[in-house]
């Protein structure tokens, strides 16, 4: 007897089961409508029928120059002035802490000053239509500061400081660095950058963004850096790339490759028209 309501059930049940699965179906799909009930006709068909697409955009200190912040190997390049080995190397952090710390003061004040320009607002306006990825080699705050929700800094940030002998204990900063600042585990206090001769441990995460991209941007970068420079060997052979540059550096052969060689600032407009044609 049973085993016999067991049986008559079974249909009612996955009845049951499928409505709800259904209905869940449905509630989404209307909360999805709700929130883009504004957009035009075409924009909500191609919305339904396509999740964001993942756009991976690689950046250097070229981005930040229109900003007023100098690159590092251009004529008038940071490097020009300074010697690499006396200020970003753990030997010269050894040697003269203070000239290190000098150097660091001066480039947070410099960033400080410093607003977002056209290419970082730039990039932020396309989180409309794609989901903005940006690896940055940067270590200025323009990106966050524009609006971009996902920025990774490689090679660190300015406004963050770290014990000399724990990593994991950073601290926020905002005016100057001195000696004989401590953090709680009783050592020194140092920029939270990584220094040439450094491992760089976030290039663990970029390489996997870059290798699910759908689409690779680079903007402003010499491309002479590693690991940094390697990313772009990461993104998949198919997808559309481009690289927006006053001047194109050189890469190995990239496929499907298009180069607007512009300031960022004035050719983010190029790039947001071709990225159009590829949403
Ligand atoms: N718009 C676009 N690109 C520009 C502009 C501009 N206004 N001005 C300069 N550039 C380009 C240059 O043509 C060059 O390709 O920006 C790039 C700057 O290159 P670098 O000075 O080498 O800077 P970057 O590639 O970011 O350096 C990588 O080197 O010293 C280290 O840690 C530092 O993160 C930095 C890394």
């Not at 059930?9 to 929130?35: E, N, Q, S």
């Not at 950046?59 to 490097?79: M, Q």
Request: hydrophobic share 40%; aromatic share 12%.
């Amino acid at each position: 007897m049973l085993n016999c309501c067991k049986e008559q059930l079974k249909p009612r049940i996955f009845y049951a089961k499928t409505r709800t699965v259904w209905t869940k179906f449905f509630a989404g799909a209307k909360k999805l409508f709700d929130a883009n009930k504004n957009q035009s006709g075409s924009a909500r068909f191609y919305f339904y029928m396509n999740p964001k697409k993942k756009l991976v955009v690689l950046t250097g200190a070229g981005i930040s120059a229109e900003s007023g912040l100098k690159t590092f190997r251009d004529s008038d390049g940071l490097w020009e002035g300074y010697d690499i080995e006396e200020v970003a190397t753990p030997r010269a952090w050894r040697k003269n802490p203070q000239l290190v710390l000098d150097f660091y003061n001066y480039r947070r004040k410099n960033v400080l000053d410093a607003q977002p320009n056209a290419a970082h607002v730039g990039l932020t306006a396309l989180e409309k239509g794609y989901d903005v990825h940006i690896i940055t080699q940067n270590i200025d705050d323009l990106h966050e500061r524009a609006g971009s929700t996902k920025v990774l800094h490689l090679h660190g940030e300015i406004f963050k400081m770290k014990s000399e002998r724990n990593d994991d204990l950073v601290y926020e900063i905002r005016g100057d660095m001195k000696l004989g600042d401590l953090a709680e585990d009783g050592a020194q206090l140092r920029p939270n950058i990584v220094w040439f001769e450094e491992p760089v441990p976030l290039i663990e995460a970029a390489v996997p963004i870059v290798r699910s991209a759908d689409v690779f941007v680079i903007v402003g970068t010499s491309l002479v850096v590693y690991p940094a420079a390697g990313l772009v060997n990461y993104a998949p052979w198919e997808i559309p790339k481009f690289i927006l540059d006053r001047r194109i550096p050189y890469t190995s052969s990239l496929y499907n490759l298009k180069t607007i060689e512009k300031a960022a600032g004035e050719g983010i407009d190029e790039l947001f028209r071709h990225l159009e044609f590829e949403i």
